[in-house]
T-cell receptor, first 116, second 111 residues
Framework: GAGVSQSPSNKVTEKGKDVELRCDPISGHTALYWYRQRLGQGLEFLIYFQGNSAPDKSGLPSDRFSAERTGESVSTLTIQRTQQEDSAVYLC??????????????FGEGSWLTVV | GNSVTQMEGPVTLSEEAFLTINCTYTATGYPSLFWYVQYPGEGLQLLLKATKADDKGSNKGFEATYRKETTSFHLEKGSVQVSDSAVYFCALRGATNKLIFGTGTLLAVQP
């Protein structure tokens, strides 16, 4: 596709429920990233995929958070037993490869998650 | 570890004023440096980048020069417009391959 696509764009869920957020990266991009942006704050790194492997998952805040990627394409971020502090915009991004620091990383519009 | 420190906002300017948003970094090796912009209600967009020392990135009248000696990448624009009102993020990407962001600076330009 033309850009990084994320779904749903908005999600309201009850505390304790599980949610899945989906990311379709730009075609041909082997590197994929998830970030979180809480209201009025900066971007927190969550996880980085190179192909289907995740060499860096250091930013996942707890074991309630997990992510997978298949076919070197689509990625899903899953949050189990959601808490109110999980409310944030979850941003997905992709780039041609993770091996060249000069490659531009392109961001999706984000999935706005509200936990009530 | 790698980190980015940028000027706290909000920055409020009148139209046609000169803009500087300071950004300094700490990194091992030779990272690439980026400025991203987030306009109200929109996603994060790349504004400009520089991949090696002394490179100047430029776009839409904005400029930033990669200064290794001062570990800085300050964003400048000679004459801001109301449409430049947004949040600006400085970021670096090094050997870990992930972007590390500053906290963001809100710019408000008044007519």
């Amino acid at each position: 596709g033309a850009g990084v696509s994320q779904s749903p764009s908005n999600k309201v869920t009850e505390k304790g429920k599980d949610v899945e957020l989906r990311c379709d990266p730009i075609s041909g991009h082997t590197a994929l990233y998830w970030y979180r942006q809480r209201l009025g704050q900066g971007l927190e790194f969550l996880i980085y995929f190179q192909g289907n492997s995740a060499p860096d998952k250091s930013g996942l805040p707890s074991d309630r958070f997990s992510a997978e990627r298949t076919g070197e394409s689509v990625s899903t971020l899953t949050i189990q037993r959601t808490q109110q502090e999980d409310s944030a915009v979850y941003l997905c991004a992709s780039s041609l490869t993770g091996g060249n620091a000069g490659n531009t990383i392109y961001f999706g519009e984000g999935s706005w998650l509200t936990v009530v | 570890g790698n980190s980015v420190t940028q000027m706290e906002g909000p920055v409020t300017l009148s139209e046609e004023a000169f803009l500087t948003i300071n950004c300094t970094y700490t990194a091992t090796g030779y990272p690439s440096l980026f400025w991203y912009v987030q306009y109200p209600g929109e996603g994060l967009q790349l504004l400009l980048k520089a991949t090696k020392a002394d490179d100047k990135g430029s776009n839409k009248g904005f400029e930033a020069t990669y200064r290794k000696e001062t570990t800085s990448f300050h964003l400048e624009k000679g004459s801001v417009q109301v449409s430049d009102s947004a949040v600006y993020f400085c970021a670096l990407r090094g050997a870990t391959n992930k972007l590390i962001f500053g906290t963001g600076t809100l710019l408000a330009v008044q007519p």
